[in-house]
């Protein structure tokens, strides 16, 4: 990596006057200006945001970024507007402004994260993959960062994460006690929250003797379109699908009503979340609920001891709520 000092040779100057010309503390000729920033570009040197500090070794911006998914995935899903809003407030009571950064463009994002380029103090990561590139920028840059989900086993960064494996334990046990089979309808092999619910549904399964691999439905993009697919194939009586999200489960209330069966009473739908969708659940939808407020809060606190050296290396996991309504068949006590 290039250093100032580089640059100083380069330019034939003193590191002080290449210092200056970045921070613009001091006034230099414009012949010296010219010369540092050619230098600059030749070297391929990225000024750093923190120049103007180098000299006290204060480098502290009071900025935090939340890198977020790709815009498409982030309209599906009304609770990143809970989060971020909770996030903001919590960092504005500790005295930080927040920088949102949105994964469209992953290569501009991992430029951003490159030494120098952006003037945050540490970024809170969604929704990591299982080989996160935005977290490989992060590790060789020596970011200060928290994750909302869990990442992948190498990567040591503290996280906070829904307890997805608990969670679809839960669901699990619930539906095979009130059905003959259960389906779990799952996302992207790639992310970590999906492995987790696969080894929760995959452990009950065998515990109760019971083979899941032609119940385990994974990859899917998570659409009405195949919602209706796969109930048409798999709905019949006393059968129970877990959905990952509520757009599988409405088009698998489709096929349900297409097949003149029940929902609930010949069909459980159970889906793990809930998007904002303009879809009227009838009869009510069953599904988790999750407090993103808390997990928005909770993780800029996190991030926050961090950077001040105030904590340690943790986890949290949060725990959802079971929402249990006429989509599936009561519990029995």
């Known amino acids: 990596m290039t250093k100032i000092i580089d640059v100083a040779k380069q ?98 994002l991992i430029n951003n994260l490159r030494f120098g380029k952006a003037p945050i103090d540490g970024a809170i990561l969604l929704a990591p993959n299982i080989d996160d590139s935005r977290l490989s920028e992060i590790q060789n840059n020596s970011i200060e960062c928290v994750i909302i989900g869990r990442p992948s ?60 691999s032609d119940k385990y439905i994974t990859d899917l993009e998570g659409t009405i379109e195949e919602g209706y697919k796969l109930g048409i194939e798999k709905a019949e009586k006393n059968v129970a699908f877990i959905t990952c999200n509520s757009f599988l489960a409405a088009g698998l209330y489709k096929a349900i009503n297409k097949k003149k069966l029940k929902v609930g009473e010949d069909v459980g739908v159970f889906a793990l979340g809930k998007s904002q969708t303009d879809y009227i659940f009838t009869p009510k939808l069953s599904y988790a609920k999750q407090d993103y407020k808390l997990i928005g809060s909770k993780a800029v606190e996190m991030l926050i001891n961090q950077i001040e050296s105030k904590d340690v290396m943790h986890c949290v996991l949060i725990k959802s709520k079971l929402r249990i309504h006429s989509s599936i068949r009561k519990p029995n006590k």
């Open 153 to 212: 086993k190498n990567i040591r960064y503290d996280y906070i994460d829904v307890d997805n494996y608990n969670l679809t334990r839960e669901v699990t046990e619930l539906l095979l006690n009130n059905y003959d089979k259960v389906y779990l309808l799952n996302a992207d092999s790639k992310l970590t929250i999906v492995q987790d619910r696969k080894d929760g549904f995959f452990d009950v399964c065998n515990e109760k003797h019971i083979d899941p």
């Open 11 to 108: 330019a034939g100057v003193a590191k002080s006057t290449v210092s200056n010309v970045l921070s613009g503390k001091k006034l230099v000729s414009d012949e010296l200006k010219e010369r540092v920033l050619k230098a600059c570009k030749e070297l391929d040197y990225v000024p750093n945001f923190y120049a103007s500090s180098l000299s006290t070794g204060k480098h502290k911006s009071n900025i935090i970024a939340i890198l977020l998914e790709k815009k498409e995935h982030m309209e599906d899903h009304n609770f990143y507007g809970e989060l971020v809003i909770s996030a903001l407030s919590k960092a504005s009571k500790k005295g930080y402004s927040i920088l949102l950064l949105s994964n469209d463009n992953e290569n501009d």
